[in-house]
């Protein structure tokens, strides 16, 4: 069963930085694209940014340019960062990781970003 564990997050002032976390472990196959979502009240879950096994990623075009996504493969774990700099109060939500592959589509329980103004 997929596993997913989100940490960071948490408070930070308009034009700072957080930076999140996201491990998966087991029953995890190759070929997976692995994300990151946000939802605030109100709104539909959207994606933020995406990144497969292997392969480019992609981001949405509120956060272009000051989000960046990276994975680390090794040690059968499939880990995601998401390092989010000049952040906007905007950008304040719950960000749910994901994993999405053949068998099935897992999400993380997600943690929580704020920013003040």
């Known amino acids: 069963q997929v596993q997913l564990v989100e940490s960071g997050g948490g408070l930070a002032q308009a034009g700072g930085s957080l930076r999140l976390s996201c491990a998966a472990s087991?029953?995890?196959?190759?070929?997976?694209?692995m994300g990151w979502y946000r939802q605030t009240p109100g709104h539909e879950r959207e994606s933020v940014a995406r990144?497969?096994?292997?392969?480019?990623?992609?981001?949405a075009s509120s956060v272009r340019g000051r989000f960046t996504i990276s994975r680390d493969n090794g040690n059968s774990r499939n880990t995601i960062y998401l390092q989010m700099n000049d952040l906007k109060p905007e950008d304040t939500g719950v960000y749910y990781c994901r994993l999405a592959q053949d068998m099935g589509d897992y999400w993380g329980q997600g943690t929580q970003v704020t920013v003040s103004a």
């Open positions: 990144i497969p096994y292997m392969g480019a990623p992609t981001y």
């Open positions: 087991g029953g995890i196959l190759g070929g997976n694209v």
